[in-house]
């Protein structure tokens, strides 16, 4: 029901900024944007996505926010996603759907488009762990899989997932909760053999950028991250971001390096952002002398219009 609601506000939002609105960003396809690890739709009518729905609307864009689980692997999370996916398709008529996944949304976006490539117009990867997260391979190390100690953090994060879904308005037996199955897909092991199941838009080698734009399953596939840690003072994530950064030995925005994001056209990777100001968190504090981040949205949503997606 929930799910509902929220696609019907979204329509009648659109609708009634439709007189003023431009419709520059206005898709042939729904756009549904798709949450990390962690992530979550809205708390306390905050957006994952900050800001980010709202100004597509304005734009013309019809936007919907997909609920998956907050910490599962890419498998269970596009499984769900796929089913979201039916019910945007329902309500809208539409047959396809643009997908914009963040973080860990770049894989789960990428399952639903191989395995239902007749249901997804496109594929846009920001700050994507395509390659695996240096972060996620530090901790898989740490915890010895089996152990009490991997036993104990994975309740405690499972709990954390668990309340996510509450204060959003979710039940979490509707989406089950595995921080260790979302730890392994996350890693490189894990990602690299998601790659070979399910391999559309992926270069041909890490840090390459020859990924198909148009892949052979007929879906689109684009991407884009940012490259720096430090971005504003002000901001309080800043910090953890910086201190992640340091188990990089390359570019990166905290938590994903810079080559690891790289799927189809790649758009920029390098962009003054760190992996939450791709989602214009925390509260749309990000680097002053960059782009926008939400604008990088509508950016895209206009190249998608362009390609009749």
Known sequence: MKRLLRAVFTIMLLISVSATASTDAQTRYPIVLVHGLFGFEDILFVDYFYKVPQKLSRHGAQVFIAEVSPANSS???GEQL???????RALTGAQKVNLIGHSHGGPTARYAASVAPHKVASVTSVGGVNWGSQVADVLRQSLTEGSVLEGGAALAADAMANLIELFS????RDKPTSSVAALNSLSTDGSVQFNQRYPEGMPSAYCRNDGKMLADNGVYYFSWSGGKTLTNALDVSDGFLTTTGFLFDEPNDGLVSTCSSHLGKVLKDNYRMNHLDEVNQSFGITHWFETNPVDVYVSQAVRLKALGL
């Not at 796929?82 to 945007?88: F, H, K, P, Q, R």
């Not at 308005?169 to 979490?172: K, M, N, R, T, Y």
Request: hydrophobic share 35%; charged share 35%.
């Open 169 to 172: 308005g979710s039940d979490p």
């Open 82 to 88: 796929l089913a979201y996916i039916d019910e945007v």
């Open 75 to 77: 498998e269970v999370r």
